[in-house]
């Protein structure tokens, strides 16, 4: 980290200090009592976010915070000064050199920047690199790593750090390094990957005194080495911007997820049927190949909302067009397959065709493109369609052309939900240069800084457009992102592979993405490239039962992965499971409704409610759904018995009752049918009967499972399509059921436009 230099004078306007010091000058503003954000103007005067849009940060702002501020004298040789600034639960420190410490009210310290000299654990001199530099090895990570933009911090010794969304490997980051540069890479993704799809420079640490988090606000090429350089400290580093970190609060790590998603904006509610089960496949190449399939979910009773449509339904990959050829006329197959209940999505991608006569090349061309570094000619590269511009979607006047499309697109082809895909962005001919010239609102910008929020920009051109369009809630599914986007879009974690390490990594990226604000994530289901076996796809199934983006996808040149080609047994275990994830879509939308007020995703890692206990820091086999259920799959390849450790409380085994007692760690069977699952003592669930598809009949009939010793739970209840909950339109219940099981019901909030229940029927162990 640079040294600024000594403290000269400073100043507070509003709720802001200006701190100067010889070399540099730094704003500390107080949002609320637990959120501090630490300004270093290395590049702008303006924080530029993308994650923190006006809206949001006119909400934090309106909570307010008071705080006061304190010069404590140091060497009156030296003429030191040291800045104090406390709110009701923090206490930022700003010292010479440009250091900033943050503690509790308490006194006790949470995290402190590193005042020492980076060290590297690989001991090695000059003469030793400039040897291996010679004899051509990869040196990267022997070097001085210093970036422009840089912040070191203090890590303890056993201090877990969990955050940064999709990356690859463990729930716990500590001794991993990481980049943020949205990046398409289709070899088999393992724990040492950098960076994948997605930029989410949030962190949670976990240290002894509390839970705290380090938002880094800055899209430029991004680095976080997380005790793996030297154990005593963790670095963010970025190659341009500015130093824009937000110190955030809240105790435990559910108080800083939600000090976070306060910050950054939270997940709308979906509509009820993108949480149900979708079946796709790069290769499904004619109508009778979707047909074929729709039809199959619908007589072996698997339950299926949409069979998706990948890039083979567009002609010749032209982007909002339809392949008439193969899939015959737009909206036919589409309208014939609504009356089975099947939902329409279709995959967008952004790469926009160069073609004379094309309407998305005629339009855009030298319009709404990104541009060479000399602005002379729209910017082109290579896709499926071969050469292709790139909508500049950081304009909001891009953005609406886009929009006009996608609306067009619902009325002509009766497309319900948009899949933007290859949206880092995604090049054959190399990756875009960092000096293609972009925007960033009116201010023309380059690629280097508009790379990382690319997927962000168009997710936010599809969501404002569909929901323009129609005022349902949109569904847009994304593959690149950047912090902020849970705003406009369901993401899933790209293109895995059908391996077994791939499915034990989902679960710890399922709960981080949840962490870090994304609590309507998923995998491809059986993995994407590869061929599956019919054990692990059973496995898959069974492991992703309560993921809120439910998606079997493979591509082109795999085996076939519907769960019929592996015979009855596969057929039977899928169904199984596909079955169980409806029947807990009501505990599932109560705890999406739950998030509109605490931030907190449905998936998540025990650590997320167990904190104290350190067994949980590194479980990366078991996830909670809520607090009431915990989730034990097999995700080792021929496992039929599997150790289940089960926090403090009381827990009953779903399936046979069976009643334990945490903490505790035992071997449960677990052969190829069975997934454990265990309900927590006190709890009541809300459940559905059966069903094809959301639609297939009317929801009115409840199920309540209770555990021995009743409990209580609040259940939601709305139109589960347009946005007229926002307004109150909502049932909101509160069950009470007893030990003897008997029930008592108390609606806090009733709509004019939503049935009650027509029968509320409780089932217990």
């Not at 398409?184 to 640490?205: G, M, N, V, W």
């Not at 909002?320 to 099947?342: R, S, V």
Request: charged share 25%; glycine share 8%; with cysteine.
């Amino acid at each position: 980290m640079a040294d600024y230099g000594r403290i000269l004078n400073w100043e507070t306007a509003d709720n802001e200090v200006k701190v100067s010091f010889e070399k540099q000058k730094m704003i500390i503003t107080v949002l609320t009592d637990d959120i501090i954000n630490v300004f270093v103007p290395l590049w702008s005067e303006e924080h530029r976010s993308k994650a923190i849009e006006p809206d949001d940060m006119d909400r934090v702002l309106k909570k307010g915070a008071t705080f006061e501020v304190k010069e404590i004298k140091g060497s009156a040789e030296k003429n030191d000064i040291t800045i104090e600034i406390s709110t009701g639960n923090l206490k930022a420190i700003v010292t010479n050199g440009g250091f900033v410490d943050f503690y509790d009210m308490k006194g006790k310290l949470l995290s402190a920047n590193y005042r020492g000299e980076r060290k590297s654990r690989r001991v090695i001199n000059m003469w030793d690199l400039e040897l291996l530099k010679a004899e051509g090895h990869d040196t990267k990570g022997l070097e001085n790593n210093s970036k422009p933009v840089e912040d070191v911090r203090v890590v303890e010794s056993d201090e877990p750090i969990f955050g940064l969304g999709d990356k690859s490997g463990f729930l716990n980051k500590r001794s991993y390094e990481y980049e943020n540069w949205n990046s398409d890479d289709p070899s088999a993704h393992t724990e040492q990957f950098r960076s994948l799809y997605k930029s989410i420079p949030f962190l949670i640490c976990k240290n002894k005194e509390a839970a705290y988090g380090l938002f880094y606000d800055n899209t430029f090429h991004g680095y976080f080495d997380l005790a793996k350089e030297n154990a005593e400290y963790m670095v963010y580093g970025a190659d341009d911007g500015n130093l824009d970190l937000y110190f955030i609060g809240g105790k435990t790590i559910p108080g800083v997820i939600e000090n976070y998603t306060f910050l950054t904006g939270r997940a709308p509610l979906p509509q009820l049927w993108t949480l149900g089960y979708h079946q796709c496949r790069w290769g499904y190449k004619c109508k009778e190949d979707i047909r074929e399939v729709a039809e199959k979910y619908r007589e072996t009773g698997i339950p299926c909302e949409s069979v998706q449509y990948d890039i083979d339904y567009m002609d010749g990959y032209r982007v909002f067009t339809w392949n008439e050829k193969d899939y015959g006329p737009a909206g036919e197959l589409i309208e014939d397959l609504a009356k089975q209940g099947f939902k329409s999505v279709i995959n967008t991608d952004p790469g926009t065709k160069v073609e004379d006569g094309y309407f998305m090349y005629e339009e855009g061309k030298g319009k709404y493109f990104f541009r060479t570094a000399d602005d002379s000619a729209d910017y082109v590269n290579a896709v499926w369609p071969g050469d292709a511009n790139y909508p500049d979607f950081g304009r909001e006047d891009v953005r609406k052309w886009w929009g006009k499309h996608i609306a067009e697109m619902m009325d002509e082809k009766k497309i319900m939900g948009f899949w933007n895909d290859m949206n880092e962005p995604a090049s054959f001919n190399g990756p875009l240069p960092e000096d293609v010239i972009g925007h960033d609102g009116e201010r023309k910008t380059t690629h280097k800084e508009l790379h990382n929020v690319y997927g962000h920009f168009m997710s936010k051109a599809t969501y404002d457009g569909i929901k323009e369009h129609t005022g349902k809630r949109p569904f847009v599914i994304t593959r690149a992102c950047y912090s902020g986007t849970q705003k406009y879009s369901t993401v899933w974690t790209g293109d895995n592979q059908s391996l077994w390490s791939h499915l034990q990594m989902m679960i710890p990226q399922l709960c981080t993405l949840g962490m870090c604000g994304y609590p309507i994530a998923g995998v491809d289901i059986g993995g994407f490239g590869g061929d599956t076996t019919p054990e692990l796809l059973s496995r898959w199934i069974e492991a992703a039962a309560f993921s809120t983006f439910f998606r079997n996808h493979s591509a082109n040149g795999t085996i076939r992965q519907e769960p019929w080609q592996f015979g009855p047994e596969v057929e039977e275990i899928y169904r199984k499971y596909v079955k169980l994830h409806y029947r807990f879509l009501p505990y599932i939308y109560d705890l999406l409704h739950e998030e509109q007020e605490n931030g907190l995703p449905v998936m998540r890692p025990l650590v997320m409610h167990y904190e104290e206990d350190p067994a949980t820091y590194n479980i990366n086999d078991e996830y909670l759904v809520g607090e009431k259920i915990l989730v034990a799959p097999v995700v080792n390849q021929g496992e039929t018995v599997r150790k289940i450790y089960l926090p403090e409380g009381t827990w009953y085994n779903y399936l046979t009752g069976e009643k334990h007692q945490g903490p505790e760690t035992f071997l449960e069977k677990a052969p190829l049918d069975y997934m454990p699952i265990y309900i927590k003592g006190g709890s009541v669930i809300p459940m559905y009967d059966e069903m094809a598809y959301i639609g297939e009949k009317n929801l009115d009939k409840l199920i309540l499972l209770a555990t021995p010793e009743g409990g209580k739970c609040v259940h939601y209840q709305d139109g589960g399509e347009d946005l007229s909950y926002l307004d109150g339109n909502y049932n909101l219940y509160e069950f009470t059921v007893d030990p003897e099981g008997k029930l008592s019901t108390d609606l806090l909030n009733k709509a004019k436009n939503v049935s009650q229940y027509d029968s509320i029927n409780v089932i217990s162990f």
